[in-house]
C-alpha cells in the first residue's frame, strides 16, 4: 500500500509537469495534496515497517515529537488543499467566465503559500506545549504513531492548556476548511439545480464527483477520531479509522483523480 501510495502520487506529478494542458490551477491543487499524501504517508509507514522488521517498537521522545509535528502538519495541509480544491470547482462551476480572471497563477501561489504556513504554526504550538510536559516512566501508545491525546494521557504533568488548546484552537483549524468545503459544495449543487438540461447537470457534477468522494472518506475518518471529548477518546477502536485516513486515503487519491 505504501508503495501503492508513493508511485501513484508521484506518477500525477510526473504527468502534469511533463503535459503543459494540465497547467491549470486543479491540476496545480492536485499537485500539492499529491506530494503532501507521499508526505504525510512517510511520516509513519516507514517507521511502522521497520519496528515490523526489527521486531522493536520503540521510539525516542524528540523522534516521538518530530513524528507528531509532520503528521498533524500534512493532515492540516490535506484538509487545507482539499478545501482549496472544493473552492476551485465553486469557481468553475458557478462562475465559469470569469474563472480564469479569478484563478490567477499569483492567487493559487498564495493560497498555497498561505495553507503551508498557518499548518506550521498551528502544529508548532502544539508541539512546544507536548514539548514542555513531563512522563513519569515508558508507556505503550496505543496506536501506531505519536498521536496528540494518547501522549497527553501518558503525561503526569497538568495538560489542562493543552486540551484547551486542542479543543478551541486545533479543533478551528480542522473544522475551517471542512466548513469552507461545504459551502462551497451548497453552492455548486444549487447552480446545478439550475442547469436546464439534464446532459449540463451531469457535466457540472462530474466535476466534481472525485474531489466529493475524497472528501466524504477523509472527513469521515477524520471526524470518528479526532471530534471526541478527549476524556472519552478510544484510542483502540480509532485505529482502525486512523489506518483509513493516514494510509488508505492517499493511496486512493490517485485512483479517484486519474
Request: hydrophobic share 50%; charged share 10%.
Amino acid at each position: 500500500m505504501f508503495l501503492a501510495t508513493v508511485l501513484g502520487n508521484l506518477l500525477i506529478l510526473l504527468a502534469v509537469s511533463l503535459d503543459s494542458h494540465l497547467h491549470i490551477p486543479m491540476s496545480f491543487f492536485l499537485c500539492s495534496l499529491s506530494f503532501v499524501d507521499v508526505c504525510f504517508s512517510s511520516t509513519t509507514v516507514p517507521k511502522l515497517l521497520a519496528n515490523h522488521i526489527l521486531r522493536s517498537q520503540t521510539i525516542s521522545f524528540s523522534g516521538c515529537l518530530m513524528q507528531m509535528y509532520f503528521v498533524f502538519m500534512f493532515l492540516d495541509m490535506n484538509s487545507f488543499f482539499l478545501a482549496l480544491m472544493a473552492y476551485d470547482s465553486f469557481v468553475a462551476v458557478c462562475h465559469p467566465l470569469h474563472y480564469s480572471a479569478k484563478m490567477t497563477h499569483q492567487l493559487c501561489a498564495l493560497l498555497v503559500t498561505g495553507s503551508w504556513v498557518i499548518a506550521n504554526l498551528n502544529v508548532l504550538l502544539h508541539t512546544l506545549l507536548m514539548a514542555q510536559l513531563s512522563f513519569c516512566a515508558d508507556d505503550a501508545l496505543p496506536p501506531f504513531f505519536c498521536d496528540v491525546t494518547p501522549l497527553l494521557k501518558l503525561s503526569c504533568s497538568d495538560t489542562h492548556l493543552s486540551e484547551v488548546m486542542i479543543l478551541t484552537e486545533g479543533a478551528l483549524i480542522m473544522s475551517t476548511p471542512f466548513v469552507c468545503i461545504l459551502v462551497s459544495y451548497i453552492h455548486i449543487t444549487c447552480a446545478v439545480l439550475r442547469v436546464q438540461s439534464t446532459k449540463g447537470r451531469w457535466k457540472a457534477f462530474s466535476t466534481c464527483c472525485s474531489h466529493l468522494a475524497v472528501v466524504s472518506f477523509f472527513s469521515g475518518t477524520i471526524i470518528a477520531v479526532y471530534f471526541n471529548p478527549l476524556s472519552s477518546h478510544p484510542s483502540e477502536k480509532d485505529t482502525t479509522a486512523t489506518v483509513m485516513y493516514m494510509v488508505v486515503t492517499p493511496m486512493l487519491n490517485p485512483f479517484i483523480y486519474a
